[in-house]
């Protein structure tokens, strides 16, 4: 049994499931991010877009974080996700103005 606070996770099927869902959410901010681009009127509410796209994303990592840590999985490597998400959606506030 694996103690939550030590540093020994591996489980590379969840660090997949993970990176691909980190993958998918960026891949969706970035298509509404050209096509924000490309329509070009009301700006704001279209790239707002992207940080709510984001901003979903990081809660469902949190949120399948909780799951797997129920099912006493390898749980930080969702809740690294969702951060990560997180962050990428900070810095997605820029583009709204």
Request: hydrophobic share 60%; net charge positive; with cysteine.
């Amino acid at each position: 049994m694996t103690n939550d606070v030590e540093k020994r996770w591996n489980d590379p099927a969840a660090f997949r499931g993970a990176a691909l869902y980190v993958v998918a959410v960026v891949l969706v901010a970035a298509v509404w991010l050209v096509v924000a681009l490309t329509v070009g009127s009301g700006g704001f509410t279209w790239t707002f877009g992207v940080t709510v796209i984001l901003l979903c994303g990081g809660i469902g990592a949190l949120v399948q974080a909780y799951r797997v840590w129920k099912r006493a999985g390898t749980w930080p490597i969702w809740q690294g996700a969702g951060w990560f998400l997180f962050a990428l959606m900070l810095a997605s506030l820029g583009l709204a103005t």
